[in-house]
Structure formats: C-alpha cells, structure tokens
C-alpha cells in the first residue's frame, strides 16, 4: 500500500511563501505521477499542479500558474509544492496524489490518482 504523506502546512501572511511537501517509502515512487490538490471549506476539491512520473510535464490550476511550482526528486522519493505570492483564497487542506495512470492530459483528473495523503493546512491570512 503507498501511503503519500504531506508536511509543511501552516499559518503566514498574504504575500508570504511556503514549501510542503510529499513523501512515500515506496521503493517504486519514481514511476509515479504526482498531483496537488486542495479544498477549502464549503467547496469542492480542486487541481494545483501535477508533475509525471519523470518531472518532465508540469500542469498547473489557472489560480496559481505563476505563483507555485511543483517538482518531484525520485532519488529521495520525495515531491514538493513551492507556494510564492500566497493569497487568503490559497487558504484550504492541501492533498498529495499519486498515480500510475495519469499523462499529460490526465494530471488535473482525480480519478486518475489511486493514493491520497491525509492533507496538510494552509492558512494565508493577516
């Protein structure tokens, strides 16, 4: 069972950067794609980015293109989210996804994701 865990959630200011990031023991990580993901009270969850399995193709949400990238570092298994320019309407639970399936056209797609983190906060507020 792959179980992706997310960490560096937290509180900061409008303007404010933060780095989370993925992690999952599984010896095959490097053949994974992974996805961000995000939900604020009340709405529904919804894409950031996502990367490939070989950090190739990037997709981002149109809300955070310019503002967040994502990268993957297969040695260390590890995957990460680095948020700049961070805005209140950033404010939500913050999911790490990996899948197998999802190409270029599919990083956005949920249903494409087989494991999901627990999430990790992000609260952007002054």
């Known amino acids: 069972q792959v179980q992706p865990v997310e960490s560096g959630g937290g509180l900061v200011q409008p303007g404010d950067s933060l780095r989370l990031s993925c992690g999952a023991s599984?010896?095959?990580?490097?053949?994974?794609?992974m996805a961000w993901f995000r939900q604020a009270p009340g709405k529904e969850r919804e894409f950031v980015a996502g990367?490939?399995?070989?950090?190739?193709?990037?997709d981002y949400g149109d809300s955070v293109k310019g503002r967040f990238t994502v990268s993957k570092d297969n040695a260390n298994k590890l995957g990460t989210l680095q948020m700049n320019s961070l805005k209140v309407a950033d404010t939500a639970v913050y999911y790490c996804?990996?899948?197998?399936?999802?190409?270029?056209?599919?990083?956005?797609?949920?249903?494409?994701?087989?494991?999901w983190g627990h999430g990790t906060q992000v609260t952007v507020s002054s």
């Open positions: 990367i490939d399995w070989s950090g190739g193709i990037k």
């Open positions: 996804a990996l899948g197998l399936k999802p190409g270029r056209q599919e990083l956005k797609l949920m249903e494409y994701y087989d494991y």
């Open positions: 599984e010896r095959t990580f490097m053949r994974y794609a």
